[in-house]
């Protein structure tokens, strides 16, 4: 099993431009949650769903979109990148039905919006 | 709202000795409490999930507490190794049936050989 996995791993951006995060996980994990992770801040989540075709806001939602198209994949779109949201973005999934209700993180996305 | 507060400076200790990491909590009374490590440019793992119910949990050199009363978990490493420098982040779920998590800004601790 690969666990979660995030594409791309670096991105540079310019104000204005748009880009999509792609998440999978091979886990068939229900939840799903995109974070950002800044110096000082701690992980603060964007945005998360908890099955294919449902998402919900997070604490930090504002200028981020995000799908679930199917149950092993959550994107997260930026529409219009602007410099506060350079950030490492990491993605993460959960399961309904384990003991510990843990989350399991991929790697993550260095994004630097100029 | 909930707040979840982590000592922000980094914890250097000796090869050998017990780190002891704190993580305080306010407005807030959760169900389950986890610490999660993270390396540098690498995502969290989980290490430990202590339940409102439990006073104490161990995994092999790992020692959580959780004081409901105090609104603190301790997160204790012994016999420390330089393997287990990291930054370790505390986290307290947030309600609903979502496993949802709000995360400390997490404490780097150094272990010196």
């Known amino acids: 099993n690969a666990g979660v996995t995030q594409t791309p791993k670096f991105r540079v951006l310019k104000t204005g431009q748009s880009m999509t995060l792609l998440c999978a996980q091979d886990?068939?994990?229900?939840?799903m949650y995109w974070y950002r992770q800044d110096p000082g801040m701690g992980l603060r989540l964007i945005h998360y769903?908890?099955?294919?075709?449902?998402?919900a806001k997070g604490e930090v939602p504002d200028g981020y979109n995000v799908s679930r198209l199917k149950k092993q994949n959550f994107l997260l779109g930026l529409e219009s990148a602007a410099p506060s949201q350079t950030s490492v973005y990491f993605c993460?999934?959960?399961?309904?039905?384990?003991?510990?209700?843990?989350?399991?993180f991929g790697p993550g996305t260095r994004l630097t919006v100029l | 709202s909930q707040k979840i507060e982590q000592n922000s400076e980094a914890l250097n200790i000796q090869e050998g000795k017990t780190a002891t990491l704190t993580c305080n909590y306010t407005?807030?009374?959760?169900?389950?409490l986890q610490w999660y490590r993270q390396d540098p440019g690498r995502g969290p793992v989980f290490l430990l999930l202590?339940?409102?119910?439990?006073k104490e949990k161990r995994k092999e050199r790992l020692k959580v507490t959780f004081d409901t009363t105090l609104k603190q978990s301790l997160f204790h490493i012994t016999a420390s190794q330089p393997a287990d420098s990291a930054t370790y982040l505390c986290?307290?779920?947030?309600?609903?049936?979502?496993?949802?998590?709000?995360f400390g800004t997490g404490t780097l601790l150094a272990v010196q050989p």
């Open positions: 886990m068939n994990h229900e939840y």
């Open positions: 769903s908890v099955g294919e075709g449902t998402t």
């Open positions: 407005n807030y009374s959760p169900a389950y």
């Open positions: 202590i339940r409102e119910n439990e």
């Open positions: 993460a999934s959960s399961t309904t039905s384990g003991t510990h209700n843990e989350q399991f």
């Open positions: 986290a307290l779920e947030s309600g609903g049936a979502t496993n949802k998590l709000i």
